[in-house]
């Protein structure tokens, strides 16, 4: 590769880190920007609070159906023109909710906003598709990193919103990051499509080739137990804070800034730990952290009254293991089917999307000590994730002692 070709390279790559990380804040505008505007949407639908939740349930159906197709879509035509139409879509959407004053209608434009905002899920592909070794992991430690930040922040960005602009204020800016991502997208990325390939795989097959691998179900698993850790506690921490605790929403705003803090330094510790130890190793550390964590918030449950430290302690050093151990787990997950990176990346979105609300709702639907079931979650995710580590580590030593074993999983 000459100087100039190899200068072209690196500033698509800086543009694609910008739109990636933009495509990340956008993915917490149609969910936790929102929630603060929960009572403010039932007053103007005239609506329950439960009725607007059903807008929230079926966001969440609809980026679950839209990913699955285009992932492997997009190893057949491009991501371009795929990031577009969903990024179209979705601003459509959101536009089609500020004007709504039909609640049926705003779940119609809710779910069509959904369905572009799928196409998030190619940013793995992305990254994929766009980087190198160490470049990779170091990008996916960046944007686990800005996902829990961006994640910690919204509350309170969705407070002000709420104050200064009404429940349509992050439907607006939806819409102002939608439109310069779209502009951005199509600047950035060449118009490609993937090479003809005759031995390329239809879409059920592409799933049932990826799903059938038992180290990329189980790498992705490991990720998806520790973002679920992460996700439990965003779900139920209102319930502890607000309801338990008796916080006013502004003081649990700054609750969760603390929490994103943690993500900085768990960011900052995962990329000094990638430059020298592999990923089994950062994976371990990470998932024992969780297990740290859960252990320790279960002492302070048994010994403790609640209290915000109580809660904040541990996962804070929950949150510092999360941010270890997703990045790698991911990576090598991804690293196994390049040629099928839409598809590996629709697959492992799903079973985080998956376990992330599952662990969630068993959680939140748990006894009344919410910070004891969180611990004992904790334990059970990151032992199980850990024993998952363990076999997947013996297979590949495995693999490569003997690499030519017939009939067996590749």
């Not at 790498?219 to 804070?241: G, M, N, Q, Y």
């Not at 916080?247 to 330094?265: R, S, T, W």
């Amino acid at each position: 590769m000459d100087k100039h070709s190899r200068a072209t390279t690196r500033r698509q790559q800086r543009g694609a880190i910008s739109l990636l990380l933009a495509m990340i804040l956008l993915g917490v505008f149609p969910l936790d920007v929102l929630l603060p505007s929960f009572p403010a949407l039932a007053a103007h639908f005239g609506r329950s609070a439960n009725d607007i939740a059903l807008s929230i349930s079926l966001f969440a159906v609809g980026i679950a159906f839209a990913q699955l197709l285009i992932g492997p879509l997009s190893d057949v035509i491009g991501r371009k023109g795929l990031l577009l139409a969903g990024m179209s879509v979705s601003l459509l959407g959101a536009l089609g909710c500020v004007l709504s004053n039909d609640y049926t209608l705003f779940l119609v434009f809710r779910v069509m906003q959904a369905l572009g905002c799928g196409c998030f899920v190619l940013s793995q592909a992305l990254v994929q598709d766009l980087f190198e070794g160490n470049e990779r992991d170091r990008l996916r430690i960046l944007m686990v990193t800005a996902t829990g930040i961006f994640i910690s922040v919204s509350p309170l960005a969705g407070t002000f919103l709420q104050a200064t602009l009404g429940w349509r204020g992050s439907f607006w800016v939806f819409i102002a990051l939608a439109a310069a991502v779209l502009i951005k997208t199509w600047r950035l990325l060449d118009n490609s499509r993937p090479p003809h390939d005759p031995s390329r795989l239809g879409f059920i097959q592409s799933y049932q080739r990826v799903l059938g691998n038992f180290e990329f179900v189980g790498c992705w698993l490991i990720s998806a137990f520790a973002f679920a850790c992460h996700f439990s506690f965003i779900v139920i921490s209102p319930l502890i804070f607000m309801e338990q605790l008796q916080m006013a929403p502004y003081d649990f705003a700054l609750i969760l800034l603390i929490y994103g803090a943690a993500y900085v330094f768990g960011g900052l510790f995962a990329s000094v730990m990638n430059r020298h130890i592999n990923a089994q190793q950062q994976i371990f550390t990470g998932l024992s952290l969780i297990l740290l964590s859960g252990l320790v918030m279960l002492y302070l449950a048994a010994n403790h009254d609640l209290s915000a430290a109580t809660v904040l302690i541990p996962m804070l050093i929950c949150t510092v293991g999360t941010t270890i151990s997703r990045p790698p787990a991911t990576s090598r997950a991804m690293s196994l089917f390049a040629e099928n990176a839409g598809a590996s990346a629709s697959a492992g979105s799903t079973i985080i999307f998956i376990c992330g609300g599952l662990v969630s709702a068993l959680i939140s639907l748990g006894p009344a000590n919410l910070q004891a079931t969180l611990g004992y979650g904790f334990v059970v995710l990151s032992g199980v994730s850990l024993l998952l580590n363990s076999v997947i580590g013996r297979r590949v030593s495995n693999l490569r002692s003997n690499p030519v074993m017939p009939g067996g999983d590749h």
